[in-house]
């Protein structure tokens, strides 16, 4: 299953995802679904500014596949 959804935390915002405090992030689709992955793999897109962009999470029996940005 391809889950799309769009992205925009500060740095401040993400810090405790990036700590491991908060283990996983949730996430509403563009087709208004809630999707919850684990905080980690947004980490290779942490920029100084934060997580922005939109993003393409694949999951295959409700388990984690991938997470790529698409923009």
């Known amino acids: 299953m391809k889950y ?3 992205l925009n ?3 401040s915002e993400f810090l405790p ?4 405090t908060v283990q996983n ?4 689709t563009t087709q208004g679904i809630k999707v919850q992955f684990p905080a980690m793999h947004l980490r ?4 100084a500014t934060g997580i922005k962009g939109d993003f ?3 999951t295959q029996q409700n388990k984690f596949l991938t997470l790529t940005k698409v923009k």
Request: net charge positive.
């Open 25 to 28: 992030v949730v996430v509403t």
């Open 44 to 47: 290779k897109y942490l920029t």
């Open 4 to 6: 799309y959804f769009s």
């Open 9 to 11: 935390i500060t740095t």
């Open 56 to 58: 393409c999470l694949q």
């Open 17 to 20: 995802y990036y700590q491991g």
